[in-house]
Structures are given as structure tokens and as C-alpha cells.
């Protein structure tokens, strides 16, 4: 099987947006968690997107990664990879964007390559260079005050820049609306002057078929959600997609019981399993037991195991604020919360052992701390439930299963109906 679009991701969160982009785009993607071993059996797919967490770790490491999912991907077939980072640019000066790009450029020997992180329906334009968030450039942005990387500096090109050992150029907007061939003779002009990397406006949505159709035919691309969508656009268009239909539920139903876990604490999450209270058997943890042992993670199996043949369940571990401040404030915040998602993997980890092969997830944490304990190498994106959440199809277990991970805040009051509606 020979895949037409490599993906490195620098989080998981922004490997999942990425794969669904690209599948509502068109094209059948599989989404990994981690580098996969040389063995994993993939499906039919258009696109990979390797999903790492190399956006705050030291630069070498970045890079080191990075390299080992690249050769995995060229491996597989990929022509052309895309280093998938935040649309915000998330960075300092000392990586990671730019040494990781440096290194994949001088694999591939590519002369220059194009980077942006537009993506106009989200807000993210990028115009002379400069990065907008809503309004706002990115240096008067929330990102202004970020803990881990704040963006003092809205100049892309002067970002990259102090962050890679090429020189960095632009191609303006001017030149994109004019189109693919005068953004190539632009990147000629520029790599004629030593440029290996240049920043490419792009405002509005059309913008992106552009940079996506000139970027398919470089090795390498730089940037968010966005590119992703235009070299999506670039591959159906050039007949180069081979499946035409990007949906997990085309496979063969999953089937047996089916449950769901909310470790979320949102407004959202606690509407959605107020609902779902209406509909299925709700068991509402103690999360005082569940930091203090194993004790609740074997009643909510158990409670679990009469109800199951009935038909769904729901288990939440959510509480309104009060309840969760008084949690932390005795246990502190990251031992309370780590405790609890460790918890909720338990009791996935039983479920799952019990023959639950359906299962929906409410936390990003959480189901971090899911998947993570389920040990799967990875998924097959399908249909969306709510805007950013698909279905998913695990890859290379033992047995298929069907998830739905859902940040806290993501999907209507009926989620949890509406995923399992879509989990046959
Ligand atoms: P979200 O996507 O809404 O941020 P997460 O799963 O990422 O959800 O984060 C929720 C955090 O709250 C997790 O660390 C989880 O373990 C923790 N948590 C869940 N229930 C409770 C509770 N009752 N009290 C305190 N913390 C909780």
C-alpha cells in the first residue's frame, strides 16, 4: 500500500484536527499515536498523519523524532510530508519549528520549501508575512501571555528566521492570487537568492488550493490544518486520492455493547450526560474513592457488567466546579486529575476486557490517558459526530473497535446519542 501524504504532527490534539480535515477533504486518513512499529498493517489510505507530543520537548528530540516518523512515512510510499504545527505558530527561538524543518528539508534535498499556518475558517490569516488570530495580530493575541511559548512577534518571517539555519523569504498575497505558476516563479526567484524556506500569505479560503497545489509538488511543507486542507484539495483534484469515500463507517459494523466515559468536567460535558441520564443507566463516580483506590473501579465494573446486556451505559467521573475545587484543594490539581484519568483508564482497560468494543470518551486528558492505557497504535478517521469529532476505527489491535474522543467543550446536548448512533 503506498500512502500519497505523509503528516508529522507536533501534538496529538492537532494531529486529530489535521485528520479530520483531511478526511473531510476527501482523502481516507489514518491517524497514529506515535511513530508505528515497521509491522502495522494499514488499511487503504490516502494519508497518514503520525501523531507526536514534540512541540515543548528540547529541539534535538524534536528533530530525532521527527526524522524516525519521516523515514517511516517515505517508507510507506509518501511523496510529500507535512510538518503539521499550531496554527498559532506555537514556538520560541529555540525550536522547535525551525530545526525540525531544517532537518527534513536536508533529507529530502529540497531547495525551498513553503510554510504557513493559515487557515482562514479558523480565524489564522497570514498576510505580508504576519500571522492574525481573529483580528488581532498574533503578538496582541491570548498567545501573548502563552506558559510554554508566548509569541511576542507577529512577523513570521522574522519568527522562523531566529529559529533556522536557512534564510527565510515571502511570498506575498499579491503573488498567490495571481496563482500556482507566479508563486513558483516567485520561489525560483527566491531560491536563486539562497531563500530555503519562505512564508506564503494566505487570507482567504481559496488561497489555500493555491498553496496546496504548488506545495504537492515540493517533498515538503510547513504548516497547520490549513495547507493540510489545500494539498487535500490538490490530491483529489489531480486524481492522486484512491478511494474517493473517507468513511470509517463503510467498514463492517463493530457491534456488541457499547459504553461511554466522561472524565470532562465543561458546562458542555455536564449538559451531556444530564441528557444522556434520560436515555441510559448513569453511574456517577465518587471521585474521592477514585483518588483513594481501586475500590470504585471495581463497582462501577461490576454495576457496569449487570447493565451492559441491556444496552449502553454511561460512567462519569464530571462534577460541577464547587465539587472539583474542593477535590483539588485536597489533593492538589495534577494529582487529582492524574488520579482520576488513571482511574478512567481502569475502568476502559475492564471494559474493554468484558467485551465493550464501542466506546465513547468525553476529556482530552482523559482520553489521552484511554488510548494511551489501550495501547492503540492507531485510527482510521470516519464520519463526524460533532464538528471535530469523528468516529474512529482502531488500526492493529487485536480485536476493531470503534472510539469517539471528545474534547470537554466539543458536540450538542445529545453527544453521547448521536456517537453511538453513528457507532454501529
Ligand atoms: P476537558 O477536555 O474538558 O479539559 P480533560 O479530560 O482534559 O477534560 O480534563 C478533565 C480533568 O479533570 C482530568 O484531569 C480529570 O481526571 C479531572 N477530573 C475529572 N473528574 C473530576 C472531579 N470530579 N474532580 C476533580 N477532577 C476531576
Not at 523515514?71 to 511523496?79: I, K
Not at 523569504?169 to 516567485?186: H, K
Request: proline share 5%; net charge negative; charged share 20%.
Amino acid at each position: 500500500m503506498t500512502i500519497k501524504l505523509g503528516c508529522i504532527a507536533d501534538d496529538y490534539t492537532g494531529a486529530s484536527d489535521l485528520a479530520n480535515t483531511l478526511t473531510r477533504a476527501g482523502l481516507r486518513t489514518v491517524q497514529t499515536i506515535g511513530v508505528p512499529a515497521d509491522n502495522l498493517a494499514l488499511p487503504e489510505v490516502d494519508a497518514v498523519v503520525v501523531s507526536l507530543k514534540s512541540r515543548s520537548i528540547e529541539a534535538h528530540l524534536a528533530v530525532a523524532r521527527s526524522r524516525e516518523a519521516e523515514r517511516w512515512l517515505r517508507g510507506r510510499g509518501a511523496d510529500h510530508v507535512l510538518f503539521k504545527i499550531c496554527s498559532t505558530f506555537d514556538s520560541t527561538d529555540a525550536g522547535n519549528i525551525g530545526p525540525v524543518m531544517d532537518a527534513l528539508r536536508a533529507d529530502c534535498g529540497e531547495t525551498i520549501l513553503l510554510v504557513t499556518p493559515a487557515f482562514p475558517e479558523t480565524g489564522r490569516t497570514v498576510y505580508q508575512g504576519h500571522l492574525f488570530v481573529g483580528h488581532v495580530p498574533l503578538n496582541e493575541s491570548p498567545l501573548k501571555d502563552h506558559p510554554l511559548n508566548p509569541m511576542h512577534d507577529a512577523n513570521l518571517v522574522r519568527v522562523l528566521s531566529r529559529q533556522s539555519r536557512t534564510k527565510i523569504g515571502l511570498v506575498d498575497l499579491a503573488t498567490v492570487v495571481r496563482g500556482p505558476e507566479a508563486v513558483r516563479d516567485r520561489l525560483a526567484e527566491l531560491a536563486g537568492q539562497g531563500v530555503g524556506a519562505a512564508i506564503i500569505d494566505a487570507v482567504f479560503d481559496a488561497d489555500l488550493t493555491t498553496v496546496g497545489t504548488v506545495a504537492l509538488t515540493h517533498r515538503v511543507s510547513v504548516g497547520a490544518s490549513g495547507i493540510g486542507l489545500g494539498l487535500a484539495r490538490a490530491l483529489v483534484e489531480s486524481g492522486g486520492a484512491n478511494t474517493g469515500t473517507a468513511d470509517a463507517a463503510d467498514g463492517a459494523p463493530v457491534g456488541g455493547p457499547a459504553a461511554c466515559l466522561a472524565g470532562s468536567c465543561s458546562q458542555a460535558t455536564l449538559g451531556q450526560i444530564a441528557h444522556a441520564e434520560k436515555i441510559m443507566p448513569v453511574l456517577r463516580l465518587d471521585p474521592e474513592q477514585l483518588v483513594a483506590g481501586k475500590d470504585e473501579v471495581h463497582r462501577a465494573l461490576a454495576w457496569a457488567g449487570e447493565c451492559l446486556g441491556d444496552g449502553p451505559v454511561l460512567i462519569a467521573s464530571s462534577a460541577a466546579p464547587d465539587q472539583v475545587a474542593a477535590v483539588q484543594a485536597r489533593h492538589g490539581r495534577d494529582a487529582a486529575g492524574h488520579a482520576i484519568e488513571q482511574a478512567m483508564a481502569d475502568i476502559a482497560e475492564g471494559l474493554v476486557q468484558t467485551g465493550v468494543r464501542r466506546l465513547v470518551v468525553a476529556g482530552g486528558e482523559t482520553s489521552g490517558a484511554v488510548v494511551d492505557r489501550l495501547k492503540i497504535p492507531a485510527f482510521l478517521v470516519g464520519p463526524e459526530i460533532a464538528p471535530g469529532v469523528p468516529v474512529l476505527r482502531t488500526v492493529g489491535t487485536t480485536s476493531e473497535m470503534l472510539l469517539a474522543l471528545k474534547s470537554g467543550n466539543f458536540g450538542g446536548p445529545h453527544f453521547f446519542l448521536d456517537a453511538l448512533g453513528l457507532m454501529r
